[in-house]
């Protein structure tokens, strides 16, 4: 008996087509190329560009699967439109003045190819304003490079049409450009229940001409109507740092007037202290299951100095009462010494604590023996929760980090520069030491400046050094002059 595909069960179909729509990719070119005439090299060569787009890929997989009827027309429009990534034109190719390959050298051209930068945007507008059923299918979408005003207003056009979304990364001028209406739609709850769970605001600098337009400088504070309610949202990131407007405390101490969070991630910027920080997680102690807090510093790489960017606002009680906190990456100016005492907290996985002293403490670590006794003892309760979870199969992993010392009570370890360490002590310290794949900017070594590469050792070895005067939490420059001394 013959079977058509079309009577087939709709979940084996589907398998099918998602089957289909991945041999399909296999065969679509995933890179776009150019031809390079600049080099020394005697013909013109070809270059890879890029990659094309993830979506543009699932869009031309499903290509013939859409014309087939109503109903694989529909999943092929669902499977590729279910994550969206509308970016900004960038380009700096030139025309070809000659139609031969050979000649492209030889001729050069001053002829840029010009594309508007916006048209992505605009014609994802039209698109969706012309076929607005197909805005179901959106679930995440991702807008890069649009931080005008009138760009914003197209962004939330764009946002309006998908009533399923359930993730969304915008530019944080939208949250300076949009208004209370806008924001409150955004965040409302739909007819079916449902509501947008995670949120991302990405900063970047901007050119000087555009931070000296006035047009850039208005601030709707759609904060404070109180419509505008964060209740419903499960995901919050805010991610760089920028020049104009920056998203800072103040905005989040007004999120968390409503914020009901589980994610909160705060990364690369400088605006955010600990004052927002706090604020957030205050307001969210009874449902966060994930903080991140990895601000930069000035300079844009290194760890940030802890204590630099704290006013005072004390938040190691609030994390460690939160009884759902599974995962914890943050920066505090200080750590209380009970911060891993409580063996019934849930953390798993990979814990980074990032503080400049000990909550409590006069002196600080640099001077002061009781502050780097009561450090010790941190470490130690460290080990001491990591033994308990492992007993219940749990696996946690806990880094601290003090200035340029990295503390892995794990394992027992120390990671830092010793290169002053070793000529202070004329080489007689430390006994031991074995090579780190750790540096100053954590797990991935140098960044390719002047540092020297880390060595580990025990905490033991460690605490003999700064006994001796060997090594300090203190960061000390080596500097060679005429004689080789430092």
Request: aromatic share 8%; hydrophobic share 35%; with cysteine.
């Amino acid at each position: 008996m013959t079977v058509s595909i079309t009577s087939l069960p709709f979940e084996l179909l589907v398998s099918i087509l998602e089957e289909a729509a991945h041999l399909n990719a296999q065969d679509i070119q995933h890179y776009t190329y150019g031809v390079d005439s600049t080099s020394n090299a005697a013909k013109p060569h070809t270059i890879l560009r890029g990659h094309v787009a993830p979506d543009a890929l699932k869009w031309a997989s499903v290509s013939s699967i859409r014309h087939v009827n109503t109903q694989w027309h529909d999943w092929a429009c669902h499977y590729a439109l279910r994550n969206l990534y509308i970016r900004r034109w960038r380009g700096s190719e030139r025309w070809a003045q000659s139609r031969r390959l050979d000649n492209v050298g030889r001729i050069p051209s001053k002829d840029v190819v010009y594309q508007n930068p916006y048209d992505p945007l605009r014609k994802s507008v039209n698109f969706l304003d012309k076929f607005p059923m197909l805005a179901s299918s959106i679930r995440r979408i991702l807008f890069d490079g649009f931080y005008g005003v009138e760009t914003s207003a197209m962004i939330f056009r764009i946002i309006n049409h998908c009533n399923q979304l359930d993730a969304v990364s915008i530019p944080w001028t939208l949250w300076r450009y949009g208004n209370n209406e806008a924001w409150s739609y955004l965040l409302r709850e739909r007819e079916d229940g449902t509501a947008l769970s995670s949120l991302e605001l990405l900063a970047v600098d901007l050119k000087h001409t555009q931070i000296a337009d006035r047009a850039r400088q208005m601030d709707s504070k759609p904060w404070k109507d109180p419509q505008v309610d964060f209740g419903r949202l499960r995901r919050l990131k805010f991610s760089g740092s920028s020049n104009l407007l920056p998203i800072g405390d103040e905005d989040l101490i007004a999120i968390s007037q409503t914020a009901r969070l589980h994610e909160l991630h705060i990364t690369g910027t400088t605006a955010i202290t600990t004052k927002g920080l706090v604020a957030l997680c205050r307001s969210s102690k009874d449902t966060l299951r994930t903080i991140e807090h990895s601000p930069l510093s000035d300079d844009g790489f290194e760890h940030p100095n802890a204590s630099a960017a704290g006013d005072g606002s004390h938040c190691c009680d609030e994390i460690i009462r939160m009884p759902h906190l599974g995962s914890l990456a943050v920066s505090l100016p200080t750590i209380c010494e009970h911060l891993f005492s409580d063996t019934s907290t849930k953390w798993a996985g990979e814990i980074q604590i990032r503080a400049a002293g000990i909550c409590g403490q006069q002196g600080n670590l640099r001077s002061s023996a009781s502050a780097q006794r009561a450090l010790f003892g941190i470490t130690a309760q460290a080990r001491s929760l990591i033994q308990t979870r492992a007993e219940k199969d749990t696996e946690l992993n806990i880094e601290i980090f003090v200035d340029h010392l990295i503390f892995e009570p794990t394992k027992n370890l120390v990671h830092a520069d010793l290169s002053v360490s070793e000529l202070l002590s004329q080489g007689t310290w430390p006994l031991v030491r074995h090579a780190s794949s750790k540096g100053p900017y954590g797990q991935t070594g140098q960044y390719g400046k002047e540092e020297q590469a880390y060595s580990c050792i025990s905490e033991e070895e460690f605490a003999e050094g700064l006994e001796k005067g060997y090594i300090s939490f203190e960061k000390v420059q080596r500097v060679d002059d005429d004689d080789g001394l430092w």
